[in-house]
């Protein structure tokens, strides 16, 4: 007996490239005819404070989808627990992009929480305006506004047998003298081990290494000998097509500690991935040495690259399992589907 559709509203927000994924998610599984969707315009704060979120009501369980890039909440990315799960009291669930458990175990709410997943810019085709009331912003790239941005179709690529072990890290910097003095330090880290791994890349792995950092003036000035060959490279689509095109792929920590978009970028194109370890949870099994190589120091960067370069063998194995958890975990239908499920099968228990 086929399941009603569940009734669905998403709250949209000018913060939405973030949540890109997750509307994405909603759009498709409307499609389906497994959910029925409809949707609003945000006319102030997030229940939980501190946006990018998106806000839902399932099946009239109010349900927050938090995508901030660790437990950062502007505008002084101070994170006060206190307050966090006091705007807990008025939800019914919190599924975040970054998330720690221990955050959360003293708190008599804390059960509310639930990790997302991996999160990246993808879009859904068609999707405005024929499902969502389309948010008028200007400020949006050109690109987006021509409806350029990658679709779920473009982007996912299932594993291709290759032999050529190419690998790509392509990243960008972040100015320290655009944040108080508390961020500065962690930034010039972020900056410096990223520049590191791109001269090791350059030189252990020659004629195999693609990647660099995207040029601006603070990286330009700084970091001149990282540059990535040829800027043109550093633009969305560019980026894009070298990433299918590489055999391993590269991915560090970004903000706060954050899992970047690109992992997940990686894993819907069933990339094998040398990674620095994961400071949050993602839901399911993503494990160390079976979804990637983990790296902590340039040492082991190099170390885990070369394992993958000459192991075809083993990249095959790391890019079934990754195309396995993409369609399971991180393709906006999927994820978005199993927080409806943990709605549903809550108000069962």
């Given amino acids: 007996m086929r399941q009603r559709p569940v009734a669905c509203t998403v709250t949209l927000n000018d913060r939405w490239l973030h949540t890109r994924q997750v509307v994405a998610g909603f759009v498709l599984l409307a499609r389906q005819g497994r959910i029925v969707l409809s949707s609003t315009r945000s006319r102030g704060e997030s229940k939980v404070h501190g946006a990018p979120a998106l806000e839902a009501l399932i099946d009239g369980v109010n349900v927050i989808y938090d995508l901030r890039d660790g437990y950062n909440f502007p505008p002084d990315d101070q994170y006060d627990p206190d307050r966090f799960h006091r705007d807990l009291e008025s939800i019914g669930w919190c599924f975040r992009r970054s998330y720690d458990p221990l ?30 009331e389309r948010p008028l912003d200007w400020r949006r790239p050109i690109w987006l506004l021509l409806g350029s941005e990658p679709t779920v179709r473009k982007l996912q690529q299932p594993p291709k047998a290759t032999t050529s072990g190419t690998v790509l890290f392509s990243a960008r910097t972040w100015n320290p003298d655009d944040v108080s003095s508390a961020q500065q330090l962690d930034r010039a880290i972020l900056n410096e081990f990223r520049a590191a791994c791109i001269r090791a890349g350059r030189k252990y792995f020659p004629g195999r290494f693609e ?139």
Avoid at 107 to 124: C, E, H, I, Q, T
Wanted: aromatic share 14%.
């Fill in 103 to 132: 955050c959360h175990a003293n708190y008599p709410n804390g059960w509310k929480v639930r990790p997302l997943g991996l999160n990246y810019f993808v879009s859904a085709r068609g999707m405005w305006p024929r499902y969502l």
């Fill in 211 to 349: 990647g660099g950092f995207a040029p601006d003036k603070f990286t330009a000035h700084n970091y001149g000998d990282c540059l990535l060959r040829d800027a043109r490279s550093s633009r969305k689509a560019s980026y894009l097509d070298r990433m299918r095109r590489a055999e391993v792929c590269v991915a560090t920590a970004g903000l706060f500690g954050s899992i970047g978009w690109k992992l997940g970028e990686y894993v819907a194109c069933s990339k094998a991935i040398v990674s620095e370890p994961l400071r949050y949870v993602l839901p399911g099994e993503f494990l160390p040495t079976v979804n990637y190589l983990p790296f902590s120091t340039v040492d082991e960067f190099i170390d885990a690259v070369s394992t993958l370069v000459e192991s075809p063998d083993q990249r095959r194995r790391m890019q079934a399992v990754n195309w396995d958890y993409y369609n399971e975990f991180v393709r906006p239908d999927a994820l978005v589907w199993r927080t409806i499920q943990h709605v549903l099968e809550s108000r069962l228990t």
